[in-house]
């Protein structure tokens, strides 16, 4: 059964802002450190709009959980090709809502980068 549907929608210009800004200290601030490796191996020119995706997963992720960006941390959410997944705490915090399967997808076009996160609980029938 569906627990929680999340979208976001993110302007890469902002990502862009932020990393010529701060520099992969704003990268690293909002992804665990594999998945920030992960996107500065890839083609520099692409990182904002890779940044601004993963930025609207997490936006995505706490509407489908209805408590926004808060109350879990943002380091603890992975996304990595097309798998969406949780670490740590957030494995609890999940657990406690009955949640145990997540979906996630990015599109990237014209200097916006859209998120969907899907969250579900597995069904048990009843007689």
Not at 24 to 30: G, K, L, P
Not at 95 to 123: N, P, T
């Amino acid at each position: 059964m569906i627990r929680g549907i999340g979208t976001d929608i993110c302007p890469a210009a902002r990502w862009a802002h932020m990393i010529e800004r701060f520099g992969e200290r704003s990268i690293r601030r909002i992804l665990c450190t594999e998945e920030a490796d992960y996107l500065l191996k890839g083609n520099r020119q692409r990182l904002p709009e890779r940044m601004a995706g993963r930025w609207a997963m997490r936006e995505a992720f706490g509407k489908a959980l209805g408590v926004g960006l808060d109350g879990w941390s943002w380091k603890e959410l992975r996304f990595m090709d097309g798998r969406l997944w949780a670490e740590g705490d957030l494995v609890l915090k999940l657990q406690e809502k009955g949640i145990d399967r997540m979906h996630g997808s990015v599109s990237h076009d014209s200097g916006l980068a859209f998120a969907v996160v899907i969250l579900e609980e597995s069904s048990t029938l009843h007689d």
